[in-house]
């Protein structure tokens, strides 16, 4: 099936810096998502991109749609301790409407 | 708000062991998903299913089923668990294309931690 690469798969970090993380596929979507999974909870939406190019900010969190359609990325600005978890990237491709395809995920830790 | 509720939040099994996994979303969502979470691997997608007792096979199905007889319910289904099956289950439901308001997303529940000795 499809797959994404996503990394760096972990981070390290002081509090107050920022956070780069991307993924990419070797195929097109026409929808990326960006989760985040708290410790013991289930995935949950961050923010959501439908259009090539797109750039959208929910808080400090900042995601774009790779113009190619293969690629996204998010940043984080300014970390905080509540920052932690995991980072899912996810796809949805034109051929697979109705699912989503996962990157590997990023852990995020913070040092405060 | 969504939820979506699976029926335990960890289990510890035996080799050959029959395993249910239930989850219930009370959303009206018409697209439900079983995926395993595994470091590493991130989530892949076992079964999906988009009606009742309508199912398709995700891209890791081998040894599981599952089950949807009612719209808010779906159930995974391990017939005989293996120690290669210890993992995190997540259930997640979404709108379909056809329920308007579709935005792709999906509405995860806590996770199920399954451990086969």
């Known amino acids: 099936g499809q797959q994404l690469n996503q990394s760096p798969q972990s981070m390290f970090i002081q509090e107050g810096e920022d956070v780069s993380m991307n993924c990419t596929s070797s195929s097109i979507f026409n929808t990326w998502l960006w989760y985040k999974q708290d410790p013991g909870e289930g995935p949950v939406l961050l923010i959501a991109l439908y259009k090539a190019g797109e750039l959208t900010s929910n808080g400090r969190l900042t995601a774009q749609f790779g113009i190619t359609r293969k690629d996204s990325f998010l940043n984080i600005s300014a970390s905080i301790p509540s920052d932690v978890g995991i980072y899912f990237c996810a796809g949805r491709g034109i051929q697979g409407a109705q699912k989503l395809v996962f990157g590997q995920g990023t852990r995020l830790t913070i040092n405060p | 708000d969504v939820k979506v509720t699976q029926s335990s939040r960890y289990l510890v099994k035996r080799t050959g062991e029959k395993v249910f996994l239930e989850c219930v979303q009370d959303?009206?969502?018409?697209?439900m998903f079983w995926y395993r979470q595994d470091p590493g691997l991130g989530l892949r997608l076992i079964y999906f299913?988009?009606?009742?007792?309508?199912?398709e096979k995700g891209d890791i199905p081998e040894g599981y089923s599952v089950s949807r007889e009612k719209k808010e319910r779906f159930s995974l289904i391990l017939e005989s668990a293996s120690t290669n099956q210890t993992s995190m289950y997540l259930c997640?439901?979404?709108?379909?294309?056809?329920?308007?308001?579709?935005?792709?997303?999906?509405?995860f529940g806590e996770g199920s931690r399954l451990t086969v000795l």
């Open positions: 299913s988009y009606d009742v007792k309508m199912k």
């Open positions: 997640a439901s979404s709108l379909s294309r056809g329920q308007g308001r579709f935005t792709g997303e999906l509405f």
């Open positions: 959303m009206d969502h018409e697209n």
